[in-house]
Nanobody
Framework: QVQLVESGGGLVQAGGSLRLSCAAS????????MGWFRQAPGNEREFVAT????????YYPESVKGRFTISRDNAKNTVYLQMNSLKPEDTAVYYC????????????????????WGQGTQVTVSS
């Protein structure tokens, strides 16, 4: 089992920044690919960012590319999401997720590919 706890959400004005953290425990953190997802009311959970086990590969959808940065510190068992130039449409509950590294080059990016989830942290961007 992997336990994930997100923190760092809050209320911010449009154009502002937030940094989310996700602390992992229970298994060897560096054995897991990590992802950030978000879900707004009435919407499906959507991909925000993913990072492979070593931190050497990251992926983003076009909606956040250039504004959000995912990173990880395997010594601290923590993955981060730096969010800059926030927009009202970024408002959602943000979740981190973990999936055991498959041994392949592929890094999962859809919610159904992740086994372990945190409880989420609310991000609200006011206009």
């Amino acid at each position: 089992q992997v336990q994930l706890v997100e923190s760092g959400g809050g209320l911010v004005q449009a154009g502002g920044s937030l940094r989310l953290s996700c602390a992992a425990s229970g298994r060897t953190f560096s054995n897991y690919d990590m992802g950030w997802f978000r879900q707004a009311p009435g919407n499906e959970r959507e991909f925000v960012a993913t990072i492979n086990w070593s931190g050497g590969r990251t992926y983003y959808p076009e909606s956040v590319k250039g504004r959000f940065t995912i990173s990880r510190d395997n010594a601290k068992n923590t993955v981060y999401l730096q969010m800059n130039s926030l927009k009202p449409e970024d408002t959602a509950v943000y979740y981190c997720a973990a999936e055991e590294y498959s041994g392949s080059y592929y890094v999962p990016y859809s919610p159904g590919e992740y086994t372990y989830w945190g409880q989420g942290t609310q991000v609200t961007v006011s206009s």
